[in-house]
């Protein structure tokens, strides 16, 4: 049946001039893989023999076991309460401020650093509070930001549990954690952001970096909103690595290379979308979706995108981040022809012949939220075509009417029947939500005529 040549193909369910689905690949900005030439490796492989072992020894260990005793003096004997933590004040706020600042520069000089231009003078922390540092390329950072003052900072929970020092950082930094996926944990972490900057109490400078994790200087992530969210005054700070080789930058993963560092639509979600894709087989950068975008235009939630992975992976039968169109018309149950053509066509661009997770999401999502596809009177016009008794529920061979395997059934039709043996145009609208592959499907076979209107 599906077999059937319509005239023209390309027809209405093929991306509209006001729902175009986006085609140019995304930035990738947590990707990033060196190339040196011979002589590059040569100097590395020198410099690492005699130079880096002098450095390491003379200057950064020594200069890391400093300030360790700094951080441990500024916190000796002093009671330490995690419900309500004080600034440091006094010879405390001296030891941290003046001394481990010079012992911070110490240990950048260590790294090569020998000279830190500074643009521009910062802002006092009674003036501007909170430090919004960008882009975040390198766990360097905060040493450089350290050479001039040591501030408190908002980091990720994992970093409490470090051996020895997470404690002592912890106590001596005043810390603030924060669990990226749990809802809860930033909103605790919210609520302490406001508690100390209106608490009147001379805290230094709240260091953020508003992008939540480390790139490759390709790209700047969108930024999350918690800097901002207490509507005081923010002092900006950008840290550029004059480094031809771009060896200072260490991003999430390893595949690309850095150039600007232009806006983006990518966001920190995207990194975890990137970290699922390949714990589910795929390349890292498949989870690439523009999250910022997605949110923004298609008011879709991080749940439903990591959903959408899953589904993803099923239908990537290689696991190599691409899917043709045989690879959706196995997971859809359907054979060659003009309903699949013009399904995958609405999605993919048109002369690839491949698609994309970011395809896959920007086409599926703007196509499905298209108000025709949405309307009761077309899902009607579906439900009463698979009808055969009129009897206002559909059977399970119902739902085998059309060639197609309806809520991709290999994986889930048994299942479903087995909780109910007939369902009604309620809990058919609930099975096109989550499968939204099929509402593209069931507008194709009307478009080609196989369902009449």
Not at 21 to 28: F, N, R
Not at 180 to 190: G, I, K, P
Request: hydrophobic fraction near 40%; glycine fraction near 6%; aromatic fraction near 12%.
């Amino acid at each position: 049946m599906d077999s059937y040549q319509a005239p023209n193909e390309r027809s209405t369910l093929l991306r509209p001039a006001d729902m175009a689905v986006s085609e140019e690949a995304p930035v990738d900005p947590f990707t990033l893989k060196h190339r040196f030439s011979c002589y590059d490796c040569l100097k590395i492989a020198f410099n690492c023999i005699w130079l880096f072992p002098l450095r390491l020894l003379f200057i950064v260990l020594p200069s890391a076991v400093m300030g360790s005793c700094l951080c441990m003096l500024s916190i000796l004997c002093l009671s330490y309460n995690e419900e309500d933590p004080q600034p440091l004040t006094g010879w405390r706020k001296f030891v941290l401020q003046k001394v481990a600042t010079k012992v911070s520069r110490l240990f950048m000089f260590g790294f090569g650093f020998h000279w830190i231009p500074v643009i521009g003078t910062p802002a006092a922390s009674s003036e501007a509070p909170i430090m919004v540092v960008g882009p975040h390329s390198s766990m360097l950072d905060i040493f450089v930001i350290g050479c001039r003052s040591i501030p408190t900072a908002l980091s990720r929970a994992e970093n409490k549990s470090v051996p020895f020092f997470g404690r002592i950082f912890t106590q001596a930094f005043n810390v603030i954690y924060v669990s990226r996926d749990e809802m809860a944990s930033r909103q605790q972490a919210a609520t302490e952001i406001n508690r100390r900057l209106n608490s009147g109490l001379d805290w230094p400078h709240l260091l953020i970096f508003p992008e939540g994790t480390t790139t490759n200087r390709k790209a700047l992530l969108q930024f999350k909103h918690g800097a901002f969210s207490p509507g005081l005054p923010v002092q900006p700070v950008v840290i550029r690595y004059r480094n031809r080789m771009n060896t200072m930058v260490w991003p999430d993963h390893g595949d690309s290379v850095s150039s600007g560092v232009p806006p983006s639509d990518v966001a920190i979600e995207d990194m975890i979308l990137c970290k699922m894709a390949q714990q589910l087989g795929m390349p890292y950068s498949t989870g690439i979706v523009e999250y910022a975008k997605v949110k923004k235009d298609l008011s879709t939630s991080f749940k439903d995108i990591k959903k959408l992975l899953k589904t993803f992976s099923i239908i990537d039968r290689d696991r190599n981040g691409l899917v043709d169109i045989s690879d959706l018309g196995w997971y859809l149950g359907v054979p060659s022809g003009a309903g699949l053509k013009m399904v995958f066509d609405s999605m993919a661009p048109a002369s690839d012949g491949f698609l994309t997770f970011h395809n896959y999401v920007h086409g599926l999502l703007a196509r499905c939220s298209s108000p025709h596809l949405q309307n009761e009177e077309f899902l009607h016009t579906i439900f009463n075509y698979l009808d055969q008794d009129h009897n206002g529920a559909l059977s399970e061979a119902d739902m085998f009417r059309l060639p197609i395997h309806i809520a991709a059934a290999r994986h889930t039709t048994d299942d479903f029947y087995q909780i109910t043996p007939q369902i009604g145009f309620e809990e058919f609208k609930a099975l096109l939500s989550e499968y939204k592959e099929y509402v593209l499907l069931f507008e194709a076979y009307r478009n080609i005529g196989i369902i009449a209107t």
